[in-house]
């Protein structure tokens, strides 16, 4: 109670504390300071940052106007709150430790994301060309589709026998494409089931393959041609085919981030300790971390770094904030 107090009291201040000075230029190549809270600078890019993140989770027409004083005015009293938190060493305590560190580390993540994955990951023109190339490169085949794998057998029989695939698709096809003689039309193989392309690319017209099992069964399939991609749709595709291409590397990137780490700091896990790891109800329904050994090491990260059986309670704890079922 006396710390909320004192940090009421502490913002009957804010007229004395804060001065405001948007329209003062900062010097050559220096951040633009637009207030100043007992000496601490809220800069012009974090108005400008603060703003962004308002105005991109609203949609479209819900805002009619926006009071640029009054998001100022909470940015200081956001400001004094925290001065008036370190004041009370409110930043000492676990709990807050905690939530620091956690949020450093989402930092580095993220620096590390942007640095190590998302640049390198933007694809090239020419890997978006041959992309597209092999993702709408069309074929066009013919289909006859069976519930089971050995009822196929009476299919390629027929096919070996000197049947026409298109009428055998009539007679004994049981998929959508059975009235139209089993014929698949220029479909690109972005298009086409996976174990379906993989096969049909790999042939020449005219060629049989099967039994391939399907969404819909077990299908024999019959190349009748190949066409490359339309070179007249590229532009239209560019973007989706542009993000897939990076979507790709950058989950090869992380992978390879991951082992590297991975063989640069070694991870041991004592699953009976973490099993220790209990959660407790507790009378309001909530979620808390029950553990025998506050100083049991649940984890080792290569020779120097553990994480305690307490660390790990408290990580679980911030968690579970809130969880009640």
């Known amino acids: 109670m006396k710390r909320i107090f ?8 804010i007229s004395l504390t804060v001065s ?25 890019k ?37 001065q008036e938190a370190r ?10 430790n905690d939530q620091i560190r956690l949020y450093r580390n989402d930092l580095l993540l993220k620096v590390l994301e942007a640095e190590e994955v998302a640049g390198p990951s933007r694809p090239t023109e020419e890997e978006i060309a041959e992309r597209y190339e092999k993702l709408y490169r069309r074929v066009t085949l013919r289909v006859v589709t069976r519930y089971k794998q050995e009822e196929t057998a009476e299919i390629l029989e027929l096919l070996e026998g000197g049947a026409e695939i298109a009428q055998v698709a009539r007679d004994h096809s049981v998929d959508p494409y059975a009235l139209r003689g089993g014929l698949v039309e220029g479909i690109a193989r972005i298009d086409l089931q996976k174990e379906i392309a993989d096969i049909a690319f790999a042939m020449d017209p005219g060629q049989v393959a099967g039994p391939i099992r399907t969404d819909l069964g077990w299908s024999v399939i019959q190349v ?50 973490v099993a220790a790891v209990k959660p407790k109800r507790l009378p309001d329904g909530r979620l808390t971390p029950d553990y025998p050994d506050p100083e049991a090491v ?24 809130g969880v009640r079922n």
């Open 224 to 273: 009748v041609g190949l066409q490359d991609a339309d070179p007249e749709l590229f532009d239209v595709r560019r973007r989706k085919v542009a993000s897939l291409v990076q979507y790709e590397k950058a989950a090869d990137l992380r992978s390879q981030l991951t082992e590297q780490t991975r063989a640069n700091h070694p991870v041991r896990i004592n699953q009976e300790e």
């Open 87 to 96: 004041t009370l060493e409110m930043h000492k305590e676990p709990p807050t």
């Open 20 to 44: 405001f000075g948007a329209d003062v230029p900062g010097e050559a190549g220096s951040p633009q300071v637009v207030a100043t809270v007992n000496g601490e600078p809220i800069l012009l």
């Open 46 to 82: 974090d108005l400008e940052q603060r703003l962004g993140k308002i105005h991109g989770e609203v949609m479209d027409g819900e805002r009619a106007g926006f009071d640029l004083d009054l998001l100022l005015f909470k940015m200081s009293n956001d400001l004094l709150l925290g």
């Open 298 to 321: 649940v984890v080792r990260i290569g020779e120097n770094r553990t994480i305690t059986a307490e660390e790990y309670g408290r990580a679980l704890l911030i968690r579970w904030s």
């Open 6 to 13: 004192t940090v009421i009291s502490f913002l009957i201040l």
